[in-house]
């Protein structure tokens, strides 16, 4: 890959998820100077991520009145009499018996930080949605129609004025600014405007979807001296290349000429496809790895259920392997029986601080627990360096799960033998640990060269 100028890039994503997260945190690793830009608004971005929208709210913490910190589930403003209560992974707003609101918290959910509250009508469905940021200020709104289906969005400053209205029904967006209205007929319009006022259209454009930022590519003026713009394409491919992509590949993009695939499963689709192998490459993610596998004889196990899969039968077959099951709710009689064995400690109702120290403490990870995964643990099981194993019935992480640690629950006797052969072996299990990043495709410094 030819070196450029580290400075010159843009990462534009169209919502900044895991994917977009890992390839911001890879160019960070590597020393490049990028301008990371979101097109759908969170409203809890971290420093250093602008969305496009957003930037022209202006800086919240200067308007009057802002908290400056995110707004707690019941600091909500409510009419008299209305009630609102909440768990760890929602509220409700109540006026008597009736519900008048649902509220949905930021990333971790137990914190139960105010994202989005939805107001229902009379008939409980929602018509209208507020958008808080992590300053705790409504930046945004949204309405809905009757069959609460999105009608537009209006976006505020600080000081609650009206900045940008979107209207889903015509796809138009109207910019309040500089005493002035200026009318944009799509998403593509208005972030290519974005990109302009900022002096970055001959930047090169690095995205990873091929929505939105994939025509903002394309409507900018073609780049000088050879540059181009790359496709990272994140997502799963199916029975056939995507058409946007297909343009790439026949050489009809103005300015993105190559794309390099994060998925070796989607890698392997493409090229079964017979997608041209000159223009496109396959690259992972540089981690940011906390800590070396020190072979400690120490498993985590992280549910919200009481179904873990074979547990009794691994505890009793691996005593010399100690076994720390984590909740984050309540545990149920019959997972608490599991303290009868002297090689389990449970954990109900976990403290953050705790799971943090125990994915610390614990070398392996054993992603075994029916139904949904919680604290997105196996990735940071991954980040660990913890090895991770599962059953093919129980699997939630598979992107971080090397193939040869994944069994069938009825073969669970294959898992314990696994485990005991690393335990005895130093060398087997720091094989297992480089197995297992160079399956999750990572990367070095070196390989982000572009």
Not at 113 to 123: G, N
Not at 287 to 316: D, H, Q, W
Not at 336 to 354: C, G
Request: aromatic share 12%.
């Amino acid at each position: 890959m030819e070196k450029t100028n580290r400075n010159d890039i843009v990462l534009l994503f169209d919502y900044f998820n895991m994917g977009s997260q890992d390839l911001l945190f890879s160019f960070q690793n590597a020393d490049y100077e990028v301008k990371a830009v979101t097109i759908n608004d969170a409203g809890f971005l971290p420093d250093g991520v602008e969305n496009v929208f957003e930037h022209f709210l202006g800086d919240f913490k200067k308007a009057e009145g802002c908290p400056k910190k995110p707004l707690y589930f019941n600091q909500i403003q409510v009419p008299k009499y209305w009630q609102i209560s909440g768990n760890n992974t929602s509220g409700s707003i109540h006026d008597k018996a009736k519900e008048r609101g649902r509220i949905f918290y930021a990333e971790p959910k137990n914190k139960r930080f105010v994202k989005v509250v939805d107001w229902l009508d009379e008939d409980g469905k929602v018509r209208a949605s507020d958008h808080y940021n992590k300053y705790g200020m409504l930046y945004a709104r949204t309405i809905f129609n009757k069959k609460s289906q999105k009608v537009s969005k209006s976006y505020f400053n600080g000081n609650g004025q009206e900045i940008i209205v979107e209207n889903f029904v015509t796809g138009d967006i109207i910019l309040n600014i500089d005493d002035q209205s200026l009318f944009f007929k799509s998403r593509t319009e208005f972030v290519v405007y974005y990109l302009k006022a900022l002096g970055l259209e001959n930047h090169r454009i690095f995205f990873n979807s091929l929505s939105v930022p994939f025509f903002v590519s394309n409507a900018l003026p073609p780049l000088s001296d050879g540059r181009e713009d790359i496709l990272f394409w994140q997502e799963a491919t199916r029975d056939a290349i995507p058409g946007n992509m297909l343009l790439i590949f026949d050489g009809k993009a103005k300015r993105c000429k190559r794309v390099i695939v994060q998925n070796h499963p989607s890698y392997e689709r493409l090229r079964m496809l017979n997608a041209p192998e000159d223009k496109m490459d396959e690259l992972g993610y540089i981690y940011s790895f906390k800590k070396k596998n020190m072979g400690r004889p120490s498993a985590l196990i992280c549910t919200n259920t009481e179904n873990v899969e074979k547990l009794k039968e691994l505890v009793e077959a691996l005593p010399e392997m100690k076994f720390h099951v984590t909740a984050i709710t309540e545990m149920s009689a019959k997972l608490l029986a599991h303290e009868k064995y002297d090689n389990v400690v449970m954990y109900p109702n976990v403290k953050m601080s705790t799971l943090d120290r125990l994915f610390w403490e614990c070398d392996f990870f054993l992603d075994i627990n029916r139904e949904g995964e919680i604290v997105d643990a196996t990735r940071k099981a991954f980040l660990h360096n913890q090895l991770i194993l599962t059953f093919n019935e129980t699997a939630h992480g598979l992107t971080y799960t090397a193939r040869e640690n994944r069994f069938e629950a009825k073969q669970y006797l294959k898992m314990t033998e696994r485990i005991k052969s690393l335990l005895k072996d130093e060398n087997q299990l720091k094989t297992a640990v480089y197995s297992q990043q160079r399956y999750a495709l990572n990367a070095s410094v070196d390989d982000y060269t572009f």
